[in-house]
């Protein structure tokens, strides 16, 4: 366990005093070290540019044998983003089957920012919206922004989600002590 | 009128009651039934006819344990009724008429013979001011026969008027020795003890008064109504067909899901399938097999250039700077070489055709991120050239997975396969038909991929007429579709994943329904951890194992 957290510490380092571009990081709470607060701010030349976008990122308990689960605080208009207040994303590096221990936070928070600049319409959360993408363009890109203008103006609020990430951190962590009853 | 068929084998038993306290209807509430018969057969009269009555209507009939019963009387015909002359030869002038019975509300069961269909409906008539149960006809002078049916000709009445609906009670017919003996003994016990036979054995063997009167108690049984009867088979015969069928399509599917666990687990010895890495099931590596994984201590000599920090990251081939201490080092140096070195990027790619490159040069654990100390820190390395904290990887590959954390090599030991379960069977053929359908697309040729899996995908491509050059289903193609088995045209296949990550893809909707229900079924969320499925889900997939 000490190790796991020396090792998430080195990488809030990392990110912090060298970020990826257009990611701040910041810490909720001091002593928990599970929970990241990242402002990602919408790439140039996309139709997110100039929005800034609240991610919790939540690392379970045995983080680097597991998955962190990432969710958007602020609502955007994603074919890959759920379009509700859990703001759930689909990630590949993050699935379950595909993670493994040597992926760095720093990569996936660079994996969400390039998810932004080339939505993956074919693999969607919200079928509706991948096909306004790849059907009509204009539209998708009208809505994206004004979805743009109406959320992501202004400094990043993470409380509407913290409800859902939590619960999403529970589980994460019931699973994991579970895992570690069954096998001695 | 309805006859026969539905009639149980009849009984009538004709039980001689004593009525103690009733003397001629002022004490009627006092009015005790005691069956003599019961105590003693030997002094009253008892008889049992069997299998001797026709149905003639069995409309109202109102069963008690399946019986009809009753005292058993004569009606009374109107004074200047024909039908007294008529019937005078059949009926003696003493049988138990209405007024020798108990003014009490008791059931009462009719009797009269069947002169002709005038006569009997003026018996009827009469009967039906009186509490009448049923109503017995007898053809006179017919002998032990069966009557005849009921709608035979004997019962017709010359008549308007819709006798059976009129009368509120069953009406039967006994044969005519059976009505000739019954009219008889009606005879016999219609006044008081002492003139019935043995009336005086019967007033001092039961205590009873010589005024009280002994009557003949008859009860029909009739058993239970047809329609329910049938009703209750059919039923019954219908569940048992459904349990049957129910059991045999339960024991074909476990017959069926034990073959296929038993052909996976031959695929999984064999190396040919790893579930782990097809996102079936996490595995674990067994302690002891862990402990066989080489240590060494971490040894790294600098030379001129200076390595990337940032494992990973595509860059030069480079010298191989770090050694390994013991004799071991040599023979891992010709397998490592011979490794490819593709640039794993945030596990997009196959693990298994991309392993990563830097197996020459590892400064840190991957796990913990530690750098490793020159000279001092013992590492593990595995099979597949990474090295890690032996305590590190001891704990991942013991409790949380069996694959390399860098590489997603499987570290099982050969001919190793965990407990097959039918949910993992399910999984591994759904993602096989995915991946026979992706390959079939790709190669373009699906009627020279045999076997079931081209003869699924074949048969889809006509049902759904899909669009071949269509690469759809790019967002579950090989990253998720691995498998150690050589595909047909890696390098085709290699060229499509290496592209993935950025290039935007076909435009083209994709959504077929089946194609959704592949997706669903090859899906990874309920097994990894298996929550969340309802106790009538658990139920029907235990009975019905593979259904899906």
């Known amino acids: 366990m000490a190790s796991q ?164 951190a529970e589980a994460a962590g019931g699973a994991a002590t579970g895992a570690a009853v069954v096998r001695p | 009128m309805s006859q026969g068929p539905f009639l149980r084998p009849s009984t009538c038993l004709h039980d001689v009651h004593v009525n103690p306290s009733w003397k001629g209807g002022t004490t009627v509430s006092s009015t005790v039934i005691r069956n003599i018969t019961a105590l003693s057969s030997q002094l009253a009269y008892s008889a049992h006819f069997v299998g001797n009555t026709v149905t003639l209507s069995n409309r109202y009939a109102i069963l008690s344990n399946g019986a009809i019963s009753g005292l058993l009387f004569v009606p009374d015909l109107r004074t200047n009724d024909a039908c007294n002359r008529e019937t005078a ?19 009462l069961i009719a009797i009269a013979p069947w002169v002709s269909g005038r006569c009997a409906e003026a018996y009827m008539n009469a009967a039906r001011s009186t509490p009448v149960r049923a109503f017995l006809f007898y053809q006179a002078g017919s002998g032990s026969a069966l009557p005849p049916p009921s709608d035979a000709v004997d019962w017709q009445i010359d008549s308007t008027t819709d006798w059976m609906g009129q009368s509120s009670w069953p009406v039967y017919a006994v044969s005519g020795m059976v009505g000739e003996v019954l009219m008889q003994h009606l005879s016999l016990y219609s006044g008081n003890v002492t003139e019935a036979p043995f009336g005086s054995n019967i007033t001092d063997r039961f205590l009873a008064d010589p005024e009280d009167y002994l009557r003949i108690w008859t009860e029909l049984d009739v058993g239970t109504s047809p329609s329910g009867f049938e009703t209750w088979v059919y039923f019954l015969i219908i569940l048992a067909v459904f349990l049957a069928v129910i059991t045999t399509t339960s024991l074909l599917m476990h017959f069926v899901q034990a073959w296929r666990r ?62 390994l201490s013991g004799d071991l080092a040599k023979s891992s140096a010709a397998s490592r070489a011979a490794r490819s070195a593709t640039v794993s990027e945030l596990g997009l790619s196959s693990p298994f055709t991309a392993s990563t490159a830097a197996t020459d040069y590892q400064p840190t654990c991957e796990i913990c991120l530690e ?61 096989r038909r995915l991946r026979g359908q992706v390959e079939v697309q790709e190669d373009g040729d699906f009627v020279g991929s045999g076997g079931p899996r081209g003869r699924w995908a074949a048969t889809r491509n006509r049902l759904f007429g899909r669009n071949k050059d269509k690469p759809s289903l790019n967002s579950i193609d090989s990253t998720e579709l691995q498998e150690t088995r050589p595909v047909s045209k890696p390098s085709e296949r290699q060229k499509r994943r290496g592209s993935r990550p950025t290039e935007p893809q076909s435009q083209e909707p994709t959504n077929t329904l089946a194609e959704g229900r592949m997706r669903e079924l090859a899906g990874f969320e309920p097994d990894f951890d298996n929550t969340g499925s309802t106790r009538w889900q658990r139920m029907r997939t235990r009975i019905f194992p593979g259904f899906s």
């Open chain 2, 89 to 107: 030869s059949h009926v003696p002038l003493n049988v138990a008429r209405q007024a020798d019975l108990p003014p009490m509300n008791y059931h």
């Open chain 2, 371 to 431: 750098p490793y100390e020159n000279r001092v820190t013992v590492i593990r390395e595995l099979p597949c050239g990474h090295i890690f904290h032996p305590d590190c990887i001891d704990q991942f590959l013991g409790a949380n997975s069996s694959l390399c954390p860098v590489c997603k090599a499987s570290m099982l030991p050969p001919g190793y396969t965990p407990r097959i379960t039918n949910a993992m069977v399910r999984r591994e053929r759904a993602i």
């Open chain 1, 5 to 168: 957290n020396k090792r998430i510490a080195k990488e809030l380092a990392e990110c912090t005093t060298s970020p990826p571009a257009g990611i701040t990081i910041t810490l909720p709470n001091d002593s928990d070290l599970h929970r990241w607060h990242v402002t990602l701010a919408g790439p140039d030349n996309t139709v997110y540019a100039g929005g800034q976008f609240g991610l919790i990122v939540t690392l379970p308990v045995d983080y680097p044998f597991r998955a962190p689960v990432v969710t958007f605080a602020t609502r955007i208009y994603h074919p890959n983003v759920t379009n509700d207040s859990l703001g759930n994303v689909c990630l590949g590096p993050l699935k379950a089957e595909n993670w493994k221990p040597s992926t760095r936070l720093a990569g996936v928070l660079e994996a969400v920012r390039a998810l932004l600049v080339e939505p993956q319409p074919d693999d969607p959360l919200e079928a509706r919206i991948a096909d306004e993408f790849r059907q009509d363009r204009a539209e998708f890109e009208k809505n994206a922004r004004a979805y743009v203008v109406r959320y992501a103006k202004g400094p990043v609020k993470f409380d509407a989600a913290v409800g859902a990430a939590a619960a999403g």
């Open chain 2, 262 to 323: 038993v052909g996976l687990r031959r695929r999984v010895a064999a190396g040919d399938v790893n579930l782990e890495a097809m996102g079936i099931t996490r595995l674990t590596v067994p302690r002891s097999h862990i402990q066989q994984y080489p240590l060494y201590t971490y040894h790294y000599e600098p030379e001129a250039a200076s390595p990337p920090i940032i494992p990973g990251s595509p860059g030069p081939a480079r010298t191989r700077s770090r050694t």
